[in-house]
């Protein structure tokens, strides 16, 4: 049951994404609200689902945007791969995994977005990319992590209350 909340949850922040906080922009980046649900879910509920969760979260992206499929998917599972190494040997601080996963994550999305567009082709300047997508977004994510870590942290309690031992 708790994997079918994290799905809608993924679903309901990639409609969000798509229609409105993508209109939100900051020079030519936009948040990244399913990275953000993604990290909250993982640094929340703690289990091996998460693997699924990014897995799902990467084909629903990749399915909305024009990017192959694989791109977002690769790109969320490393997000993944990097939220359980940190959680479990690195740090103990939830917020300071919080921030640094959505630096490093906000980073690893559109870097390969980047990558991708550079190895088919397509003339970009890497200085004005990083300066006015890369950056941008990363401003963005780190701007909403907290009220999405609040929010993913209340559904989630509202959802699976927290029993009191007596």
Same mark, same amino acid.
Not at 18 to 23: D, F, K, S, V, W
Not at 83 to 90: D, I, P
């Given at each position: 049951m708790r994997n079918l909340l994290g799905f809608f949850l993924l679903a309901i922040a990639?409609?969000?994404?798509?229609?409105?906080? *993508?209109?939100?922009?900051?020079?030519?980046?936009?948040?990244?609200?399913? #990275?953000?649900?993604?990290?909250?879910? &993982?640094? =929340?509920?703690?289990?091996?689902a998460d693997w699924q969760a990014a897995l799902?979260?990467?084909?629903?992206v990749g399915l909305a945007s024009a990017l192959p499929i694989w791109l977002p998917i690769v790109g969320y599972l490393l997000i993944a791969g990097l939220?359980?190494?940190?959680? *479990?040997?690195?740090w103990q601080v939830p917020w300071l995994t919080l921030f640094? #996963?959505?630096?490093?994550?906000?980073? &690893?999305? =559109?870097?390969l977005s980047l990558f991708y567009l550079t190895v088919i082709g397509t003339p970009l300047d890497f200085g004005e990319a990083f300066n006015?997508?890369?950056?941008?977004?990363?401003?963005?994510?780190?701007?909403?992590?907290?009220?999405?870590?609040?929010?993913?942290?209340?559904?989630?309690?509202?959802?699976y209350p927290i029993e009191e031992e007596s």
């Open positions: 990639l409609i969000f994404q798509t229609t409105i906080i *993508g209109r939100i922009t900051l020079l030519q980046g936009t948040a990244d609200l399913v #990275l953000l649900v993604l990290l909250a879910w &993982i640094l =929340r509920e703690r289990r091996e799902i979260a990467g084909l629903m939220a359980h190494m940190f959680q *479990g040997q690195v640094t #996963l959505t630096f490093i994550g906000s980073i &690893i999305i =559109r870097g006015l997508v890369i950056l941008p977004t990363t401003i963005l994510n780190l701007f909403l992590t907290l009220p999405v870590f609040g929010l993913i942290g209340e559904i989630t309690n509202w959802f």
